[in-house]
């Protein structure tokens, strides 16, 4: 990348840099008369003697009034070529710098794509993000400006300056007379403002490492009570922040009283000196009044050339500052990740090292002398005491890492020469922590096969080009990039071979069961029989216990009242269950029903019960979260509620008191809460309610709930829950598990377990894949691995987090599915390598030992030594 | 049953007859309730443990795997507590506890339950008491058996 970034905008921009600063010099003929006119029509037309008239132009004559008017048409032209001239200019000027600072981002980011993955310790998320978003923000807007500014203004400043010069010299020379003072002053100070400004974009990079650190880490600071701390390191990033930023304006201000005081130097000269000549008769008043206007114009342009130039100086070190971050040594060569690798390539034969080392830049060795040859056709382990080099060895062996020294060959070829496209599609890694991306399962599963967009992806062409002249990629991220052949014909059978291959199958099948499908045809009504089926099973008593069901007629006491008033699933906001209260359309139907007091009163009840509850509870403790009605901050507030209500009734009681009281008792579920609240009367009038809610629900709100109705798929509820239709009974020991068994029958007997499976891979595993178990991670990091079908898959403590049973029957289905090709794991137990073939022991970064499990296993080998240590 | 009632059969536990009722009540609030049909288990001995039961009505069997086959070491009726000792130390069910007959029980989980001897040291001494009055019972018949061992 160009260290300079006037280098780099002249070699991605010049074209547009060239129009820019030609259109800027044809601009100012315009100019010079917009100035020249005014003069003309007060010294010649106004103030001129009538024996002048009529005037002769060209052979026409015109009478004093008709010369007049045409001046004056003619200065309005030149008003609006002057200004549509700064518009044309301006708008190209936008979107060269709009386009470059596209660029100049794309081009960051793809450098991150090819950091060596060591630097990435050194530079963290924070500041990487601050430098791609926020600092180079105003680069675009400065490049855009980069060359037609300067021409643009200093033409024009030189132009009033020329016209100035023309009607007289000395008063000219005495308006500008202390610019050069200016233009010496200004730039010692904009320095110290700019020392300032690397500071602080050196402090808030530092203030966004750490607001990352305390998002990552929240876990421990929570965990060891060190919030004061942040707090205070906080506070001091902040101050350190302050500082500077004051001292910045405070110069900058500096540097402004001093232009402005030394720009309205102008109009003193032109009173004095001006009206002086004036008074002598050696100057015309039409003279005097357009200097004033064009001096009056004179200072825009001069305060833009210093604007400018505090700007390019910003724009320079901001500019240098991140492309130094971005350019460490060791990047991966731009070639081998861009366009697409050798076709056909392989990984086959096997992985030769010879004497790689890797240190990193404190001198620690990771790596020393390791020369050996792995074959890419069988089951290879690596074992090791931690910090003996055994994980490392898998990073450079998955070319993840590149070795300080010695060389990697693969297949015949130097690994460092290898194109991305080989070494990320022949070979596959998976190290203890596999990361999700924030996409669904599905997206997870296949992201290791998304090397590049289908044939049939049709972006549009408009986007293509724009794209192409900002030199960023021009492929249509929304095309299909699943690489089809590598998956095999049948998909949703591979994958849910490879899901069972890693035993994670059964939570998928349980996510599609939590989730919602928007079933039509075929598969509703299968779904809809199941429902049938399920409900046939309820004629046995003690599966009838488990379950109950929905029926319209019926209060249901396992489920919350504002379930029973609703009797439906909210679609979108509006009837959140937790804000009913605030309902419009609720509470018509409450006040309808004569409700409301009722209701009041049971909030009453409720937010009494829970102030005796919890109130001796020290806040934040985890029974509010699981099972307060009312946040442990608001138990003082219902308390005040509540007193007014002792004194003045309830009926009294402020809308907002009321609303408080209110939301309440929604939430209340008879079976589960036991308050005594609800009641057989109160059931039979929210049971009316119900009734009355669905009969006049008005039009507009018909898209926010789906009703459960017996006969009717409702998309907005799980699968579960569809098939269910009611709720699991509280109370019943394993209840929900038996009920989920139940389910699973039912979805056997009628075919829909690939329909569910199908729902499950459609489920968002959230940031960082936060929404699945750390186990469920992994597992889906290693089925990810598997269903590229890599020539050779390098496992780094890719099993560590899960049982020994699980790890053995993992391994022996990855044995099966890779045998012939080539299996490299790094374990954590020495004793998980003896079904290998090979073995290869790691110590102090050096290989001790290296055979079958059978050769290594005896007394006084490094391998038996790591064995008994356990 | 209300919670309130809930509260009245907590008070009968003699590891909680000396608790303030608003105490009992809370933990009868954040407690789930169980029903456990006629033979089925509560847990099986060996099992981890993450609860222990208060038996609200109903009984049940306590029981011990021995080479032998199962067999019944003791009965838990009304008012008992059952699988504390898993909550408290963290050793797999000692043994297994099975419903007699139609059995409704209050889960306490070891979260709840240590949480509650932590906040209210009541609680914790009552525990103890408890406990305590267990061993002595427990050497007793130990020094009972032993003394019948060597006379017989």
Known sequence: MEHSIYRYVIRHSLRAQVVLTLLAIASFPFLYAFYELPKQIVNRVIQGD?????????????????????????????????????????????RTGERMLRRLRYDL????????????????????????TAEVEPLGGFIGDAFKLPVFQGGYLLVI???????????????????????????????RVNSFAKERVRLVRRLSDRIGETVSGVQEIRGNDTSAYERAAMSAALGEIYTVRLRIFIWKFVIKFLNNSINHLGPFCFYSIGGYFVIQGRLEIGTLMAAIAAHKDLAAPWKELLNYYQRREDARIKYEQVVTQFSPPGMLDESLQLGPPPPGARVHGELAASGLALRDDTGTVFLEGVSLGIPADAPVAVVGAPGSGREELALVLARLTSPTSGALVISGERSDRLHEGVTGRRLAFVGPHAFLFNATVRDNLLYGLKHEPGPDARPDPRWVAEAAVAGNSTDDVNGDWIDHEALGGDPLGRMIEVLAMVELDGDVFDLGLRGTVDARGDLRDRLLRARRAFRERL????????????????YNDNATVGENLLFGTPVGEGFDTERLAENPWVMEVLEAEGLVPVLLEAGRTVAATMIELFSGLPPGHTAFERFSFIEADDLPEYQAVLDRAAQDGLEALAAEDRGRLLSLPFLLQPARHRLGVVDDDLRARLLAARRRFAARLPESLRDRIQFFEADRYNAAASI????????????????????????????????????????????????????????????????????????????????????????????DRLFREFSGRGLIWSLHRADLARPFDRVVVMRSARVAESGTFEELDRDGTALRELLEAG | MSLNEEVEVLRRVPLFARIDPAKLKLLAFTSERLVFPAGSELFHQGDAGDAAYILLDGEADILVDTPEGEIVVAKAGRHEFVGEIAILIDVPRTATVRARSELSTLVVTKETFLGMASEFPDVAIEIMRELAQRLADTTAQLTAARAAAAAG
């Open chain 1, 50 to 94: 009538t024996g002048d008239f009529p005037a002769v132009v060209l052979d026409v004559s015109f009478t004093q009034f008709e010369y007049l008017f045409i001046l004056c048409g003619g200065f309005l032209l030149l008003v609006v070529a002057n200004q549509a001239f700064k518009y044309v200019i301006n708008v190209l000027a936008g």
């Open chain 1, 109 to 132: 980011y793809a450098r991150v794509l090819r950091f060596p993955l060591p630097h990435f310790r050194k530079l963290s998320q924070g500041e990487i993000i601050t430098m791609i």
């Open chain 1, 161 to 191: 300056l020329a016209f100035l010069l023309v009607q007289n010299w000395v008063m000219a020379a005495a308006a500008v007379a202390l610019y050069p003072l200016q233009f010496y002053v200004v730039p010692k100070l904009q320095r």
């Open chain 1, 539 to 554: 004629a046995d008593p003690a599966i009838a216990a488990l379950v109950e069901s929905f029926d319209a007629d019926r």
């Open chain 1, 720 to 811: 579960q829950d569809n098939i269910l239709f009611g709720k699991v009974a509280y109370g019943q020991a394993r209840a929900a598990e038996r009920v989920k068994g139940l389910v699973t029958e039912v979805i056997d007997e009628l075919d829909l377990r690939s329909a569910v499976v199908e729902a499950g891979l459609d489920y968002p595993v959230g940031i960082g894949g936060g929404r699945l178990g750390a186990v469920q991670r992994q597992k889906l990091g290693l089925a990810r691995a598997v269903v590229k079908r890599p020539d050779v898959l390098v496992l780094s403590d890719a099993t560590a987090g899960l049982d020994g049973g699980t790890h053995g029957r993992i391994a």
